[in-house]
């Protein structure tokens, strides 16, 4: 992330954004380098960067935490990820310098945290630094108490600056601990209470006027000719999209309709998208989607993935469909391991440059293809014009559709789009003999989960075995591997372990792929198991005085302040998301009391809505679903996966599918099985039209 900061007592103008580290000669390893710290046990890959760097670097535990409490001295909190830039210039600069590491190590205790792995600890000191500064971003560099306590810190800091700020530290607080000890108390109160709603007390009234009024605001910050925000850095956030699609088309509304496949094509066009290998940047650092940030995140490409095939859907579009099979085909290749898990992320950096993997000179394009071959990508891709980055790079993109290029150069699209797709191997099978990013290897339930749903999407939408068999995979591997006998989830998984107790964006998040994997098989026990899911999720996160979960589990332990995630961001926020789950699930087992939780979050959250859409659109999917409720549609019969998959072929934003080929005892398919024969019911509130045999039937009466 990019992000600039201001801070009160140091000067400071910043932005922020693998080598794999092989532990299993950990003797041998430990031969070949200088320094050797505690990290070198550790499985995540960003912890294993720092391995061998001369910072005494400890893991988060109760080591490293005793250890402080005994000499008496702060401790550092230095949270990263292995994909972020900002986050390896800053070990270059400084932690790698054995002057500046000295200093640490005489005068603090000092913890690097995965923020991946890691995402409560982040949530704390991120809060904090954001309290602090009013800004945030990662590398995050926060200073705590012995007790865990935070009292200063910051993102990026340069070499000279990040000293002074050490040595300055280290001097107050040997000078005056009370002072510290006041402040933060102060901080950690205002972390507590930062993100705690009261429950809402109002009757629950959900209209669509507060909707239309929510979007009316949002509207003001579209950029309607290159999409997306009217701002830089820009980032895909697909929940954000996913909700103007569905409000758009449930309301009619022409101009955010527009204004979606505006954005969706624009990013499909930018460099922010890997022309030749598939696969979204994390964001784009100006307006055009044209430079991005290199890194690839998992989650990102799973989310993006279901929102394009969504589009699809609805707009038909040739070009969304193209995506969804080539992001499909890099995750495949890129980022899936054997047992059907999917790795984190691919850095941003190789050789220490900047998407240097990613672009292209002309001298390479020329050496690379024909000169057919290239006078048709210096067109296509805008070689030397738009494309031109720096130094002399080209990010590749696109600014015309097929058949302005091919009337540009006279030719047909048919003979523009076999050449392209031929151009785009050769040139993938070139750039694969490039020294690769460094790839984050671990596995996390959480983002797998997305990537479940992102995979069921595209399975519903195309009819296409491949994302389903992928998608069942991997929800095997979590059903099995990820979680715990007595139906816990675990968060993380490398090199064949998984630990730490799950968080709850696990839980939403699997508890939605789950239900999603239902609506395609049919199967009922993902429905089972997302029950389960939930019913855990219930139990131990969340806060009955406020209506609403906490992050962590009423297990852990260890940490200052216990959080609750309620801003939807390029991550829907946990707490709309087992809202949505809530709600959906209240529908299938009829569960009241799951329909009213549901409905008191979304309560709370109703009044803070209006001003900042853009951070409560998955609130807003829920939203949808009160004031235009679900088409359920059941499907009964020997042919009910059939059926589904032809009503998948029309666009409703408002449908849950429940169906079974035998006599079932789930509510919405209770009393309709009739022997021999397939049928379609069409119910809103479990009030249902008369049965139909044919989709086409069924598809009338959605109207």
């Known amino acids: 992330m990019r992000i600039l900061l201001i801070f009160s007592i140091v000067l400071t103008a910043i932005q922020s954004c693998q080598n794999n580290s092989n532990t299993t000669d950990k003797m041998h390893d430990q031969k070949q380098h200088k320094y050797t710290n505690a990290l070198i046990d550790e499985t995540s890959p960003y912890l294993l960067q720092h391995a061998h760097n001369p910072v005494n670097w400890y893991p ?118 009370e002072k510290f000890y006041e402040y933060a108390q102060n901080l950690t109160e205002g972390i507590k209470n930062s993100d705690l709603l009261p429950l809402n007390n109002s009757p629950a009234k959900f209209s669509n006027d507060t909707l239309v009024e929510m979007v009316g605001k949002w509207k003001t910050s579209f950029d309607n000719k290159e999409g997306g925000p009217n701002r830089a850095p820009k980032f895909p956030i697909p929940n954000n999209y996913q909700f103007l699609l569905r409000f758009g ?10 204004h979606v496949k505006l954005t969706l094509d624009k990013m499909a066009y930018g460099g922010i998208y890997d022309q030749i290998g598939g696969g979204f940047a994390r964001y784009s650092t100006d ?22 095939a969504e589009a699809y859907q609805y707009y038909g579009d040739q070009l969304h469909k193209d995506i969804v099979y080539q992001t499909f085909d890099f995750l495949q290749r890129e980022m899936t391991a054997a047992n059907g898990a999917f790795y984190s992320a691919l850095d941003a950096d190789s050789e220490g440059e900047e998407g240097k993997f990613y672009v292209w000179k002309e001298e390479e394009l ?99 075995k491949k994302f389903l068999e992928a998608a069942l995979k991997n929800a095997e591997f979590i059903a099995t591997t990820q979680t715990t006998k007595d139906g816990r989830l675990l968060h993380s998984y490398k090199n064949g372990s998984a630990k730490l107790d799950g968080f709850l964006e696990d839980y939403c998040f699997v508890i939605e792929a789950y239900t999603d994997l239902y609506q395609v098989t049919f199967d009922k026990v993902w429905l089972e198991r997302a029950k389960d899911l939930l019913d855990i999720s219930i139990e131990n996160f969340y806060d009955s005085e406020r209506g609403m979960f906490y992050f962590t589990s009423k297990n852990a332990t260890g940490l200052v302040a216990r959080k609750m995630e309620l801003n939807d961001n390029v991550i829907p926020a946990s707490n709309s998301s087992i809202a949505k789950s809530l709600n959906v699930l209240g529908h299938y087992f009829d569960n009241k009391a799951y329909l009213n939780m549901a409905e008191t979050m979304l309560n709370n959250i109703q009044p803070h809505m209006s001003d900042y859409g853009s951070g409560y659109s998955n609130w807003g999917q829920l939203y949808l679903n009160k004031v235009f409720p679900y088409y359920e549609i059941a499907i009964v019969g020997q042919n009910c996966i059939e059926k589904a998959a032809e009503l998948n072929k029309i666009y409703v934003a408002n449908k849950l599918l429940i169906g079974s080929k035998k006599p079932s005892m789930l509510p919405l398919l209770e009393n309709k099985h009739v022997e021999g024969d397939t049928y379609i019911y069409v119910c809103v509130n479990k009030s249902c039209q008369l049965p139909v045999t044919e989709v086409s039937e069924a598809v009338k009466q959605l109207k």
């Open 249 to 258: 088309v449930l309301n009619k509304d022409k101009e955010v309709l527009r």
């Open 287 to 308: 307006i055009l989607w044209k430079a991005p940030h290199f890194e690839k995140m998992l989650y990102d490409n799973a989310q993006l993935m279901s929102l394009y």
């Open 366 to 464: 020329k050496s690379a293809l024909s000169e057919t071959e290239y006078n048709l990508v210096k067109v296509y891709y805008n070689i030397g014009k738009k494309a031109l980055w720096e130094h002399g790079n080209n990010i590749l993109l696109r600014e015309k559709t097929d058949e302005e290029v091919a009337k540009k150069l006279n030719l047909s699209v048919d003979q523009i789009q076999p050449s392209i797709k031929s151009i785009n191997a050769k040139l993938l099978k070139v750039r694969s003999n490039r020294i690769r990013p460094g790839l984050d290897n671990k596995t996390l339930t959480s983002w797998n989960a997305l990537m479940i749903s992102g995979l069921v999407k595209a399975a519903a939408v195309f009819n296409d």
């Open 60 to 177: 988060w535990g109760d080591e490293a935490l005793d250890k402080a409490k005994a000499e008496d001295k702060l401790i550092l909190v230095s949270v990263g990820y292995s994909a972020c830039h900002w986050c390896h210039v800053m070990e270059r600069e400084s932690f790698e310098d054995s002057a500046v590491a000295q200093i640490m190590n005489d005068n603090f205790i000092c913890i690097k945290v995965d923020r991946e792995e890691r995402p409560d600890i982040d949530q704390i000191y991120m809060n904090a630094v954001q309290l602090i500064t009013k800004q945030g971003g990662w590398p995050l560099n926060c200073f705590a108490l012995p007790d865990g306590r935070p009292v200063y810190g910051g993102t990026y800091f340069q070499k000279s600056q990040w000293v002074n700020v050490l040595q300055s530290l280290a001097k107050d607080y040997s000078k005056d601990k």
